[in-house]
């Protein structure tokens, strides 16, 4: 599970474009690749890569709806705070029109991103030499996969001024479905 959390914290990272880190380096020789003795199976190969493909467009696509969704409910709550009934609804009807329209961009990149897979994917099967692959890209299991990752993250420094990382359940920065906009 440790290996899932940091796997989606670096995927999403580059997603949301957090700053990024350094690393301190040694000035060591690098570590020559190692031949393998079994050939990899390039129909798994594939596979894996769908596999992959399918986690990183669901990710994506619940961490912007969730976005999407907090900032519907802040202009909400903003509107519900004006004193002007006509106001209000100008600013409701505002909000609502703004969050179907960032609904329809987010799947209109994830229709972009896809088509692009496709050609990808297309172009690696005849680089591999293999006959067509069915490509399978399941985001309904990738969704269910993702509630089981965790976010890594840094917490406030201690008394020490140390920073310490801290997890937190994928469900608590993932949507899955898009509730109803408020009436």
């Not at 000035?27 to 894996?48: G, W």
Request: aromatic fraction near 6%; proline fraction near 6%; charged fraction near 25%.
């Amino acid at each position: 599970m440790k290996i899932k959390g940091l796997a989606l914290g670096l995927t999403l990272s580059m997603l949301v474009g957090t700053p990024s880190f350094s690393v301190e380096t040694k000035d060591e020789p690098l570590a020559q690749p190692v031949a393998r003795a079994k050939p990899v199976d390039p129909i798994s190969e594939l596979r894996t890569q769908d596999d992959a493909f399918s986690l990183l467009m669901e990710a994506f696509r619940q961490i912007q709806g969730w976005i999407i969704q907090n900032d519907y409910q802040a202009r909400v709550q903003v509107a519900n705070a004006l004193s002007n009934l006509k106001t209000r609804r100008y600013v409701f009807q505002l909000a609502k029109e703004e969050r179907e329209l960032r609904i329809q961009k987010l799947y209109h990149q994830i229709s972009n991103l896809n088509l692009t897979y496709d050609q990808t994917r297309r172009d690696d099967e005849r680089a591999l030499a293999v006959a067509d692959v069915p490509v399978h890209v399941d985001t309904r299991r990738a969704a269910r996969t993702l509630m089981d990752f965790v976010f890594v993250g840094p917490t406030a420094p201690d008394k020490n001024g140390q920073i310490k990382a801290t997890t937190v359940p994928a469900k608590n920065y993932l949507l899955d479905k898009m509730p109803a906009p408020v009436e």
